[in-house]
């Protein structure tokens, strides 16, 4: 709601400058983030400013564990005789909306190494498909450590 609240502003300021540009859309929107960042103690919901952060820390923390997992596992395809063994984990998990949970294993998914493979029915367990069962340990506490702590920022 505060998100719409601020694009709503922006265009205000855009309007009343009647100057449509992109550089006055931006200006009109920082304004408006500075103006509820002081008015937050008068809105119902928290301010979404701290969502943003929540965010982009989370996008940066993916981008890490894709680079650094990338590299994992060029190193298991560029030595083929090293011995792993892949398997499944069962992962318990704090999240309580699907959106968190669909979040959680799409991230999970998109880095290399790892695959969501299944959720328990009472959504706390989800089943990861690791390239090397020896690590699990260190990749639950992993996926724990970061994204699902970073997920729980974002949402709640």
Do not use: C
């Amino acid at each position: 709601m505060q998100v719409l609240v601020n694009l709503i502003l922006a265009f205000v300021w855009a309007f009343l400058n009647n100057d449509l540009t992109p550089v006055t859309f931006a200006v009109g929107y920082v304004l408006g983030f500075v103006l509820l960042f002081l008015l937050r103690r008068f809105l119902p919901a928290p301010f979404y400013g701290r969502r943003i952060v929540a965010l982009v820390v989370l996008i940066g923390i993916f981008l890490k564990e894709l680079i650094l997992s990338n590299i994992d596992v060029i190193k298991h395809v560029a030595k083929p005789q090293q011995a792993f063994t892949p398997g499944i984990v069962a992962l318990p998990i704090h999240l309580r909306s699907p959106r968190e949970i669909t979040t959680l294993a799409n991230l999970i998914s998109l880095t290399p190494g790892t695959l969501s493979v299944d959720v328990s029915v009472d959504n706390s367990t989800l089943y990861i498909h690791v390239l090397d069962i020896s690590a699990a340990e260190e990749v639950s506490d992993d996926i724990k450590n970061t994204f699902e702590k970073r997920i729980r920022e974002v949402t709640r």
